[in-house]
C-alpha cells in the first residue's frame, strides 16, 4: 500500500487570469481548483514566474483557441509546499520550478527515451487540461502550482531562484536543440534574433564550447549586447549580400525570431554546411515565407524544435550554475502583470522580465 499524501502546507491557488483575447491587458484574480492530488504530485509554492513570448501569444488569441479564463506564465519557480506519497526526489522547502510540461502518458517510447515532450499526450502547463480529471492547467502568474513530479526541476544552489525562472522555459527551449545537434568545441554556430531566447542560446552555445558564435539580428543595435553575451560575431541581416562571408561555414543555426516576416530564411540558409540544420524555437503568429526551390540545393536541413526533456533541464540548470550561464532580467511585482505583457508585447525588455509573488495569501 502506498504512503500517504505527507501532510504538509495546504496552499491557496489563485492568480491573474484573462477572461477575454479581446481585453488581453486585463488581468482578474481569481481562484481556480487544481487537479486533484496525486502520490506522484507535488505543491509549489511560486515566487518568481518569467514572462514569456508564448504567453502573449496565447492571452491574444494569436496562437488560435484559448480556454478561458486563462492563468498563463511557464517560467516558474519557487520552494515545495507538499508532496504526494510515492514522492522521493522533493521534500518541503526544495527550491524547485517547472517550465511549459506538466505531464505526458509516462509509458510511450517517447516517455521512455528522454523525449516525453514530444508525448502524443503532453499537457502543457496552462491552456491545456490534465487527461482523466479533465481539470484544466493554469499557469505561474499565480500563487502555487500543483504538478507530477517528473515535471519539478530541482535548481542548485549556485543559481538564484528569479534567475532561474527564464531558464525553465526559454532557457530550456535553446539548450534542447544545441546539444541535440551536436553544439560544442569545433562547431560554429548562428543564432538569429537577440532577445528573451536568442541572448540565453549565445550564453549557452558559449557555455557548451562551441568555436564560433555567429549573432543574426536584423540591426546593429544589439551588437555590443551580443559580443558581451559571448557572440564571436555579429551579423545585421538587413545588409544586402550579409551572407556572403559566411557562405557554406556553420553547422547550425538556431532561430529565436518572434516574428517571421523579418527573417532573411534564404540567405541564412546559405550559410549552413551541407547536411547542416536550421531549427526555430520561436512560433510566430504570421506565416513563414515560401522557400525558393534552390535553397533546397544547399542540402541543408529546416526544421523546429519543442522544449526539452527533464534530463537536458538538468543538465542544462547544472551547465548554468557551474559556467554562470544567467538570464538578463527586470524583475518586476506580480500585480504589475498587465506592464509585463505590454512591455513584451512591445518589445522592451532587454531580456526577460521576471514576476515577483505580490498576491496576498
Not at 135 to 145: D, E, L
Not at 286 to 306: H, I, Q, Y
Not at 346 to 351: I, L, N
Request: with cysteine.
Amino acid at each position: 500500500m502506498p504512503a500517504p499524501i505527507q501532510n504538509q502546507q495546504e496552499l491557496q491557488f489563485k492568480g491573474y487570469a484573462v477572461e477575454d483575447t479581446e481585453n488581453w491587458e486585463k488581468f482578474k484574480l481569481i481562484d481556480f481548483q487544481p487537479k486533484p492530488m496525486g502520490e506522484h504530485d507535488v505543491d509549489i509554492k511560486i515566487e518568481f514566474c518569467g514572462v514569456c513570448g508564448s504567453d502573449v501569444h496565447t492571452i491574444t488569441g494569436g496562437w488560435g483557441k484559448v480556454n478561458l479564463p486563462v492563468i498563463v506564465g511557464h517560467e516558474i519557480v519557487g520552494r515545495v509546499a507538499r508532496v504526494g506519497g510515492a514522492v522521493t526526489e522533493f521534500k518541503v522547502g526544495d527550491r524547485v520550478g517547472v517550465g511549459a510540461q506538466v505531464c505526458s502518458c509516462g509509458e510511450c517510447g517517447l516517455c521512455k527515451s528522454n523525449n516525453e515532450q514530444y508525448c502524443r499526450e503532453l499537457v502543457f502547463t496552462y491552456n491545456d487540461n490534465f487527461r482523466g480529471c479533465g481539470t484544466a492547467t493554469q499557469g505561474g502568474y499565480s500563487t502555487a502550482i500543483r504538478t507530477p513530479d517528473r515535471f519539478v526541476f530541482p535548481i542548485p544552489d549556485g543559481i538564484k531562484l528569479e534567475d532561474a525562472a527564464p531558464l525553465m522555459c526559454g532557457g530550456l527551449t535553446v539548450y534542447s536543440p544545441l546539444v541535440r545537434n551536436g553544439a560544442g568545441p569545433g562547431k560554429k554556430v548562428g543564432v538569429v534574433g537577440i532577445g528573451g531566447l536568442g541572448h540565453m542560446a549565445i550564453q549557452f552555445a558559449k557555455a557548451l564550447g562551441c568555436d564560433e558564435i555567429v549573432a543574426f539580428s536584423h540591426s546593429n543595435s544589439k551588437e555590443k549586447d551580443a559580443m558581451t553575451l559571448g557572440a564571436t560575431k555579429f551579423v545585421a541581416t538587413r545588409e544586402e549580400g550579409f551572407q556572403k562571408p559566411l557562405l557554406s561555414s556553420l553547422d547550425f543555426i538556431i532561430c529565436t525570431a518572434d516574428v517571421a516576416s523579418g527573417v532573411a530564411f534564404k540567405e541564412l540558409l546559405e550559410t549552413l554546411v551541407p547536411m547542416g540544420k536550421f531549427v526555430m524555437v520561436a512560433l510566430p503568429d504570421d506565416k513563414l515565407p515560401s522557400l525558393e526551390r534552390s535553397s533546397l540545393l544547399s542540402s541543408a536541413f529546416f526544421g523546429g524544435s519543442l522544449l526539452g526533456s527533464k534530463k537536458e533541464a538538468l543538465e542544462m540548470l547544472q551547465l548554468a550554475a557551474d559556467k554562470g550561464v544567467k538570464p538578463w532580467i527586470e524583475v518586476m511585482p506580480m500585480s504589475d502583470v498587465s506592464k509585463a505583457v505590454r512591455g513584451l508585447k512591445d518589445g522592451k525588455p532587454r531580456y526577460r522580465y521576471v514576476l515577483k509573488q505580490d498576491i496576498d495569501q
